[in-house]
């Protein structure tokens, strides 16, 4: 008798959320620093994107202000601000649905890994309808550190039951893509912030696109091998 053949190994797609599903971090950085500035904190755009994409609110808020301060209450004043803004533009990057669509159609899952507190994933995904087409959703509450620790995506590959190696990240800042390959994890990156050249220096960035509409499944797994290896730290 005939062994029969092994099962293949499961795939997943990890996205981040906000500047990934979502072009929204102008709207993110225009409410953190308007935020800051009511702090006495004059912040420049471009370097704090830079230094803080990826990273917790909470990690956010102490390195500018310190850890003896009421994070929570700083956090939904900010919030507050943020949803005002961006609530009337929600909407997903263009492309998204297809690729997602025909993900689960190759059996490919779907995961969130994200930054973003509950509340803030509530009003994005719930906002668009998406959070039933998701096998997994990471976010701030469920890790302890932020990017570029790999903690969200290692996490996220596991409830998918996915090895990292067969894992793809799509991420918009440096900090994510690095958590990726901190995780032994290819990426995708998606220029709604920051221009290809921001990328320069990751060896795991398989793909630099503006939004989904030319990704393929298939061609994406065929670009993944060989596995790269786990820097985790």
Known sequence: MNASAPAPAKQAFLFDMDGTIVDNMAFHTQAWLAFFERQGHVLDAEAFFRDTAGRQGQEILTHYLG???????????????????????????????????????????????????????????????????????????????GKPSPDVFLKGAQLAGALPENCIVFEDAPL??????????????????????????????????????????????ASVAPALAPHHQ
Do not use: C, W
């Open 67 to 145: 850890a003896e301060i009421d994070h929570a209450a700083l956090l939904l004043e900010k919030e507050v601000v943020y949803r005002e803004l961006y609530g009337p533009h929600l909407a997903a990057v263009a492309g998204f649905g297809q690729l997602i669509s025909s993900a689960r159609a190759s059996g490919v899952a779907l995961v969130v890994g994200t930054a973003a507190a509950e509340d803030n994933i509530a009003f994005t995904l719930d906002g668009l309808d998406l959070r039933h087409r998701f096998d997994a959703i990471v976010g701030a509450g469920d890790v302890a550190r």
């Open 176 to 221: 994510g893509v690095e958590a990726a390959r901190r995780a032994g994890m290819r990426a995708v990156v998606l220029t709604t912030t920051l221009p290809a050249e921001a990328f320069a220096q990751f060896d795991n960035v398989i793909a630099i696109v503006p939004d989904f509409s030319a990704l393929g499944v298939e061609t994406l797994f």
